[in-house]
């Protein structure tokens, strides 16, 4: 098959694929973007496979940088593209269901085909459009099946992640797996357990953020895959729940972690140590407390003032664009004009602070700094008093 019109992100890389080629070599489009040109969908990143040895590719291009030579990847800097080319490879030993330890390079486009995951993205795309196809992907891709490489137990035995890939790819495409596929990873479920939890973490949010999320999660769920995910052992029935949710992609990370701690009903104050089991950054743990905490209210009644400026603009923001999941209506615009209404934004925006109060009541510093401080804070928010520093030491003096 050859394709009739070459995407602009591959006519840009052309003349790198030539150079290659006139250096002697091959060189390939490979990987995701192959198969999400053949399904019509934009491409993020270019991956190009070639048979030049890492060293042979540093030859052939005056900027590169190594960023895993190791797996025999160099970046190839072009103008203010960079793009990532990487050498032919076989994945020979295997340790413990995880990645292999080292990599061979080799100089046959088959033989690195071979190793990737699924067969719709083992396609290699030449130059002059013509798709290399050398395991019925195109046919997959008519039927929208999902079909492991070769024999799907090995393959799953090579790198259990390749389950979880399965499932993430179910959830971005709508495909169904196919039978033996679907079949081992039922059989090989357990071998998640050996996998890092940040790269489980991975492909876990990219199921959560796909198009068809419920399909996802119900092959999550059937394949029980999720029994070897942090915290999920016992997340059968609330994991279909949120399948059931609603039909509404999920476009951010925050979003979906705090539905799913919704639709599994878990407490707040064991929001952190799930998302911890999770590898989530303290940053993210702290936003999806925030917005869950704040979902939680902004279910029954609109934001108070309070609420609004202790979850600040942008968090407020994630909590209201959740309602549409729970079929209540979102305001987006009336809460960002809401939050510039108020009086104050932080601490900093007070008329008064820690040095002028110490000198006006003459003290030294101690909790009724702060206690003062926060009194007033709160008073000006919920609009009880205007931020003037005159009004404000009447206030304290009341307040102390
Ligand atoms: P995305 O669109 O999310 O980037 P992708 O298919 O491009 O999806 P990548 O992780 O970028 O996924 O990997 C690029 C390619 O490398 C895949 O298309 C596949 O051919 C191969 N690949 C990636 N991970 C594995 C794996 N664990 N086992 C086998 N092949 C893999
Ligand atoms: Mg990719």
């Not at 030449?126 to 798709?131: M, R």
């Not at 949010?205 to 394949?223: A, D, H, P, S």
């Not at 609420?307 to 209506?329: D, K, M, R």
Request: glycine fraction near 4%; proline fraction near 3%; include cysteine.
């Amino acid at each position: 098959m050859k394709l009739k019109t070459i995407p602009q992100e591959y006519q840009n890389a052309l003349p790198i694929l030539k150079k290659i080629e006139q250096a002697g070599y091959e060189a390939y489009f490979v990987g995701g973007s192959v198969r999400d040109v053949l399904l019509n969908q934009p491409i993020h990143d270019v991956d190009i496979a070639t048979s030049a040895f890492p060293a042979e590719i540093k030859e052939i291009f005056p900027r590169t940088i190594d960023v895993g030579i190791e797996h025999g990847t160099v970046l190839v800097l072009d103008g203010d593209d960079k793009y990532e080319i990487t050498t032919f490879r076989t994945e020979s030993t295997y340790q413990d269901y995880r990645r292999p330890d080292h990599v061979e390079f080799v100089r046959s486009l088959a033989e690195d085909l071979k190793r990737r995951d699924f067969t719709i993205n083992a396609f290699a795309l030449k130059e002059d459009g013509e798709v290399i196809d050398l395991f019925d992907g195109l046919q997959d891709l008519t039927n929208q099946v999902l079909r492991a490489v070769g024999n799907p137990h090995e393959r799953f035995h090579e790198d259990a992640l390749r389950m979880m890939r399965g499932l993430r790819f179910v959830s971005q495409l709508g495909f169904e797996l196919e039978e033996e596929t679907f079949a081992s990873i039922y059989e090989n479920h357990a071998l998640l357990a050996k996998i890092s939890v940040e790269r489980i973490n991975i492909e876990f949010i990219k199921l959560l953020l796909g198009k068809y999320r419920n399909q996802g999660l119900k092959m999550f769920v059937e394949t029980e895959c999720y029994l070897y995910c942090p915290m999920l052992r016992n997340a059968g029935q609330g994991l279909l729940k949120f399948a059931e949710l609603s039909e509404k992609q999920i476009h951010e990370e925050a979003h979906a972690w705090v539905l799913l701690l919704d639709q599994l009903q878990i407490e707040s104050n064991s929001i952190r140590t799930f998302l911890k089991a999770w590898k989530c950054s303290n940053e993210l743990i702290r936003t999806v407390q925030n917005v869950y905490e704040g979902l939680q209210q902004r279910k029954t009644s609109y934001f108070s003032k309070q609420l609004l400026y202790e979850l600040g603009e942008y968090q407020a923001v994630l909590v209201e664009s959740l309602l549409p999941y729970f079929n209540l209506t979102a305001d987006v615009s009336t809460v960002q004009e809401d939050y510039l209404q108020l009086p104050i934004h932080s601490l900093q925006d007070l008329a008064i602070n820690g040095t002028i109060l110490m000198e006006h009541f003459d003290k030294k510093p101690g909790k009724w700094l702060k206690d003062t401080l926060s009194a007033c804070e709160q008073a000006v928010v919920a609009g009880e008093i205007s931020n003037q520093q005159s009004q404000l030491l009447v206030f304290a003096q009341q307040f102390i």
